[in-house]
């Protein structure tokens, strides 16, 4: 079955995980290769303003596929060097993807995000949980350790002890306690999810396209660059915007006390 189905509609692209019968695992030949072109389509559109990843079924991603690493197949078969190639060309393929992503990105997290699945939404921007949400990174219980970056990736959004207590103990959290961790912004009812999730997607699609890739660039290089640097790359930057027609527009908007209509020009 297709990895990912892709909807656009009013400057909002939807990715859907689509492996529902079993939880959506990844790791799949050719998962790396469908993320990369979906992601590479989004950033050559202009139109598209926001992402929305989620999860077909009852779970967001239950991470790598436990069954091919009991048989030794795929991503997970092979010599030590094939294995370490195959995280490389396939699985960091997925997530590289969509750290790559150059408009915002909302996790619509529907249910179950274990190990990968959960370094997975670990990437986007925003997170909103369904009330049926439960997160874990459970990669030592299995007797290996994050392969996909996750301590990298996690300690940034909750912090190192918290994050380290996850690692470590292998524990599910649910989505309750990953709100109050700070792992995501907003719990809602199940059947609310995707709502919540386009409306917050709308919000952010309102916004100029050109300044709205602009910041999430600035806020990405932000955590490894000094204030000193931040600040000319945001004056270099800022130039440009004040050059642009969707500045004028949302001066006009806010003279005239009216909602703006930002085109991308």
Partial sequence: MTLL??????HVTTLTLNRPETMNPLGAKGDGDAFAAACDAINADTDVRCVILTGAGRAFSAGGDIKAM?????????????????????IHKVLRALYGLRVP???????????????????????IASDRAKFGVTFLKLGIIPGDGGTWI????????????LFYTGDVIDAQTALDWGLVSRVVAGEAL??????????VAAMPPHALRQAKNL??????????????????????MHLTDDHMEGIDALLEKRAPRFEGR
């Avoid at 060097?81 to 490389?88: K, L």
């Avoid at 996690?154 to 207590?165: K, N």
């Avoid at 995707?194 to 709308?202: I, V």
């Fill in 5 to 10: 189905t892709t909807h656009t509609a009013d």
């Fill in 194 to 203: 995707m709502d919540e999730a386009r409306a917050l997607a709308a919000k």
């Fill in 70 to 90: 009991k048989d030794r197949t795929g991503t997970f078969g092979g010599t030590a060097p094939e294995i370490s190639d195959g995280y490389r060309n396939n």
């Fill in 105 to 127: 990105l909302i996790a619509a997290v529907n249910g179950p995000a274990i190990g990968l699945g959960c370094d997975l939404a670990c990437l986007a921007d925003m997170r």
């Fill in 154 to 165: 996690l300690p940034r959004i909750i912090g190192e002890a918290r994050a380290a207590e």
């Fill in 219 to 240: 806020m990405r290089q932000g955590r490894s660059i000094s204030y000193d640097t931040a600040l000319e790359m945001a004056a270099n930057t800022q130039a440009l």
